[in-house]
């Protein structure tokens, strides 16, 4: 049978985030953005010069 005083017996409360907490590491969001794209960008150049060197 199920607890009705569980821990699962009402809404969820989201946790509030602030728009100003800095990211888990980086000086800042802008940063961390650019470092993400930035990698993603090398590896699509490097995975187009595989397929090229091996085709």
Same mark, same amino acid.
């Given at each position: 049978?199920?607890? /009705?005083?569980?821990?699962? *017996?009402?809404?969820?409360?989201? #946790?509030? @985030?602030?728009?100003?907490?800095? /990211?888990?590491?980086?000086? *800042?969001?802008?940063?961390?953005? #650019?470092? @993400?794209?930035?990698?993603?960008?090398?590896?699509?150049?490097?995975?187009?010069?595989?397929?090229?060197?091996?085709?």
């Amino acid at each position: 049978m199920i607890d /009705p005083d569980g821990p699962d *017996s009402g809404p969820r409360t989201p #946790v509030p @985030v602030s728009a100003d907490e800095p /990211p888990p590491f980086g000086a *800042s969001w802008k940063a961390l953005y #650019v470092v @993400v794209a930035g990698t993603l960008a090398a590896l699509v150049a490097l995975f187009a010069l595989f397929t090229r060197a091996f085709k």
